[in-house]
């Protein structure tokens, strides 16, 4: 019952919150709260459990909803036409008729673009859904196949551009078919900046790893 309590203060906190910060939210977009409300004691419980008691846990909850909030006011109008009707259909993904796709951009296609020039033959074969491996930046040389990132916000410069990626996204949703990137936060390469500010000495970064002598 206390962890009940807790999940429902905390939700209406962060609905409040919301509402005062982002007051065209509930306007433009009343099924992203009511799905909060509806399914946030799910996320809770999952998450305060892996966590535990960390002191900061429910101020960072709290600013993971801003940046979720924030992020939908600025998502592409298609996308958000999809979020409702998935949310209508949670099943969606498990249909007969879904179909995924798993591929490394430069073995299949050579780069971004050339892949976008390929979406005709996924619609062939009933691609519904395309997951591409790692296609961040990399570091030079050996990058673990494309997991040691050294930047989450570039495109690996080898494969194409932001750009490049923005469109295929956009092309591949005109033919009904998902983009999924294969993206693993908790690997990062040395270059990477959590991971040379970690080795500085900075104490918020030395949390995002397991740090040794």
């Excluded at 939700?11 to 399914?39: F, G, Q, T, V």
């Excluded at 949703?173 to 998902?178: A, F, L, R």
């Excluded at 390469?189 to 000495?201: I, L, Y």
């Amino acid at each position: 019952m206390t962890e009940q309590k807790t999940a429902a203060e905390l939700r209406e906190s962060i609905l409040r919150h919301l509402d005062k910060k982002y007051p065209e939210l509930a306007a433009d977009h009343p099924a992203l709260l009511a799905r909060l409300e509806l399914y946030f004691g799910d996320f809770w419980e999952p998450y305060s459990q892996l966590y535990g008691e960390h002191p900061r846990l429910k101020r960072r909850v709290r600013r993971l909803f801003r940046i979720i909030a924030k992020n939908i006011l600025s998502r592409d109008p298609q996308l958000l036409k999809l979020d409702e009707a998935r949310s209508t259909d949670p099943g969606w993904f498990q249909q007969h008729d879904v179909v995924g796709m798993m591929m490394y951009v430069d073995l299949f296609s050579g780069n971004l673009k050339k892949l976008d020039r390929r979406i005709d033959y996924l619609r062939e074969i009933g691609v519904t859904y395309l997951h591409l491996m790692p296609l961040m930046e990399t570091r030079e040389g050996m990058d673990d196949g494309g997991y040691a990132v050294s930047d989450f916000r570039k495109v690996n410069r080898k494969l194409g551009s932001t750009r490049q990626l923005r469109n295929l996204a956009h092309d591949l949703q005109d033919e009904g078919i998902s983009l999924v990137l294969d993206l693993v936060m908790n690997h990062t390469a040395r270059e990477h900046k959590w991971d040379r500010k970690a080795v500085a000495g900075s104490r918020k970064h030395h949390g995002f790893y397991f740090m040794f002598d």
